[in-house]
């Protein structure tokens, strides 16, 4: 999921009997009063079962340092902007475009 569709999908994942895996981009962290309604042991494996990718200084992932109620949940990976001018917000908009450019710069220092 990306977005709030990202933290829904945590949410989803978690709260089966049997907790599934989930992917989010740009994810928005679960507030405290959802993480606590999980269960236990499905938060404490959270780190197993829940990737995050966003792109440095997104605006969405970084909520949580202006709202203590936020929590995240899972592995974290932080891939560069595509450009350092591109604003907090086109960083979370545009994730998409600065994934890929990311990708291909990966891509051709394989050659």
Avoid: C, M
Wanted: aromatic letters at 6%; glycine letters at 8%; proline letters at 6%.
């Amino acid at each position: 999921g990306h977005s709030k569709g990202a933290s829904e999908a945590v949410y989803a994942a978690l709260s089966q009997e049997t907790p599934l895996k989930a992917v989010g981009f740009s994810s928005a962290d679960l507030g405290g009063a959802l993480v606590r309604g999980l269960p236990p042991e499905n938060v404490a494996r959270a780190k197993e079962l829940v990737s995050h990718f966003h792109v440095k200084a997104d605006l969405v992932p970084n909520l949580r340092f202006v709202t203590p109620s936020l929590r995240p949940l899972g592995s974290e990976s932080v891939i560069p902007a595509e450009s350092t001018l591109s604003s907090s917000l086109s960083r979370h908009d545009a994730f998409a475009n600065h994934i890929v450019h990311w990708a291909d710069q990966k891509i051709a220092n394989l050659g």
